[in-house]
């Protein structure tokens, strides 16, 4: 059964708590050991089950483009080259028997490794050296006992109840061979191979589209005895046989694969768990940050409509790090949303610095009419975050809100360096955003008077012409050239 992720419904679950009953993608899980499979429940603490990627495999009947391509990779195309043009090359005499079993042996031997790497979650073949490694040819064995067995089943079956029972029995045989195939990939035992108790309970976990695979599988054994026959009848003896070797290899790599696949995709129902294994696990490593787990807490914290944990848990991270902009968002995200005015107001120093460097001036202006709320006539009274505050709210056309920020600057802060900055930005918002000139030269005024030692002095004249021109002031023009 497929199942989402009760937080990220659409998203494919990983990850199932039993105690809690509750499934979790990977978004949920960031600090999960996936190769290991191990992951604890953020709920409750214990071990959860990894479901691996039964839950947004695709199809195989989606994937047949796929698996035609799967024989054209590097390494099996050089394991099919080996095992079909080196026998061609020794002469028939005794040596080249030997050469020619040993390489369909080791062809074998590939394509059983074929199927345990998909299972795995390896859509990417394996190397060309698992086919010729000195271990592994067991299987070979195995597979032709599992044969003799089925064979002496069919003749048994023969000897009891003669043609009709044969056939059958053979009907049958032939059935469970694509499961027999794969229960023997897994567990590497003839007894399971062909227990027919186990080969039931796998055909019948796989439902239906067990018999949908063997349908293919049919087709792409006529295609390929079609093409064979084919080559036999139109080329030359030497080329038949490499081109009936080439196609009897490839399509046998296409079978296996499917094979696999379809372990791979019924992989919960079958009872194991593996994932895609051929992507790089840089995610995975970056996914184990406390920071991401951090944030899916409190994902699933405000899904589960737990506010009061979620705002406790943020600010405890600020008290470790008060100047992290992304909890101040998300804080300040969660006290608007709660309409918390208090909270709000406590912590509108570092909120108004964060939207300020955002240059979120109409976030700005919001902010700002709730503190009004609370404190009615609210001033800033760090002068230098009011000029900061002031400029963003200008250069987002929130001209009022910022004059009343920089009202009575000069009384309030007389000896700031940044009355200068404060008034000509008073000046620019009262001009350029209002269109009260003579307002604007009052400020522009002041500031000519009082801080005739200030960088600014020097251009006072020209925002004063341009506002007696009634132009906007923005000031000097740039000059590049050198003196």
């Known amino acids: 059964m497929k199942h989402d992720c009760d937080y990220h419904p659409g998203d494919p679950a990983k990850w199932h708590c039993g105690e809690c009953q509750i499934h979790f993608c990977s978004r949920c899980m960031p600090d999960a050991d996936q190769r290991k499979q191990h992951a604890l429940c953020p709920k409750c603490s214990r071990a959860m089950r990894y479901l691996g990627a039964a839950t947004e495999a695709v199809p195989f009947w989606n994937r047949i483009g796929a698996f035609f391509r799967y024989p054209f990779h590097t390494d099996p195309l050089l394991v099919i080259a080996i095992c079909t043009l080196v026998p061609l090359l020794i002469t028939n005499s005794i040596v080249g ?112 589209p067990y018999f949908l695979l063997y349908g293919y599988l049919i087709l792409l054994s006529v295609a390929s005895g079609a093409a064979q026959e084919f080559a036999f009848n139109h080329f030359a003896p030497q080329m038949a046989n490499i081109v009936a070797g080439f196609l009897n290899s490839t399509f046998t790599l296409m079978l296996f694969h499917m094979l696999g696949y379809l372990l791979f995709q019924y992989q919960e129902e079958l009872g194991f768990a593996s994932d895609h294994q051929d992507e790089e696990s840089v995610a995975e490593m970056q996914g184990r940050d406390r920071t991401h787990r951090f944030d899916a807490d409190i994902d699933m914290n405000l899904k589960d409509g737990n506010y009061d944990r979620v705002q406790s848990m943020l600010k405890e991270s600020l008290k470790r790090d008060p100047s992290n902009a992304h909890r101040l968002e998300q804080l300040h995200a969660l006290l608007s949303a709660r309409n918390d005015q208090q909270e709000l107001y406590r912590y509108h120093p570092r909120l108004l610095t964060m939207l300020a460097d955002r240059n979120d001036g109409d976030t700005m202006a919001g902010l700002l009419t709730t503190l009004e709320k609370v404190e009615p006539g609210f001033r800033l009274d760090d002068p230098q975050l009011a000029v900061h505050c002031a400029q963003t709210l200008y250069h987002r056309g929130q001209f009022k809100p910022a004059l009343k920020l920089l009202q009575d600057f000069h009384k309030r802060f007389p000896e700031s360096e940044s009355l200068p900055q404060a008034y000509l930005t008073a000046a620019q918002a009262l001009a350029n955003g209002l269109g009260q000139w003579e307002k604007a030269t009052a400020f522009l005024t002041f500031v000519k008077k009082r801080c005739g030692n200030h960088p600014l002095h020097e251009q006072i004249d020209v925002y004063l012409q341009q506002a007696q021109n009634r132009e906007p002031l923005k000031g000097p023009k740039a000059s590049f050239s050198v003196e």
Do not use: C
């Open 97 to 208: 028997l030997i050469v020619w079993l040993v390489l369909a042996i080791a062809l074998l031997k590939y394509t059983y490794a074929v199927i345990n790497h998909t299972a795995e979650g390896h859509m990417k073949p394996p190397p060309v050296s698992v086919a010729f490694s000195g271990s592994g040819f067991d299987i070979v064995i195995l597979q032709l006992l599992v044969f003799i067995l089925m064979f002496a089943l069919v003749s048994a079956a023969m000897m009891v109840g003669g043609p009709v029972l044969m056939l059958v029995v053979l009907a049958l045989v032939v059935l469970a061979l694509p499961a027999s195939v794969m229960v023997l990939a897994m567990e590497h035992s003839v007894a399971a191979a062909v227990n027919p108790m186990n080969l039931a309970v796998l055909i019948s976990r796989i439902g239906s």
